[in-house]
């Protein structure tokens, strides 16, 4: 079992930048791919950002490509989302996941076996 407890969100202007962070506990141990991933009021779970806790790679949703970074603190057991240029159409739920037994990165939500609670990102125009 992995749990994850996210932090960092906020009310920001448009332009601005927030830091999310995941905190790892319980059997962190091995290959894991780690994501986070994003749902606005009346809308599905959005892929935001990929990366394998093992290798470093990384992936990004093109909505967030250049404006977000996804990094990760292996002995630290912290994966962190730095969010710069925000814009109204981040505002969403933020949720961290961990995929177990993987060696690349995962973009797809079912794939993923364990999730945060959440935190609220909410960008004001």
Known sequence: QVQLVESGGGLVAAGESLRLSCV????????????WFRQAPGQEREFVAAINWISGSEYYADSVSGRFTVIRNNAAKSLYLQMNDLRPEDTAVYYCAAAPGY???????REYTY???????TVSS
């Open 24 to 35: 790892l506990s319980g059997q962190t141990y091995g290959r894991y791919a780690m994501g």
């Open 103 to 109: 060696t690349g990165v995962v973009i797809t939500a």
């Open 115 to 121: 999730w945060g609670q959440g935190t609220q990102v």
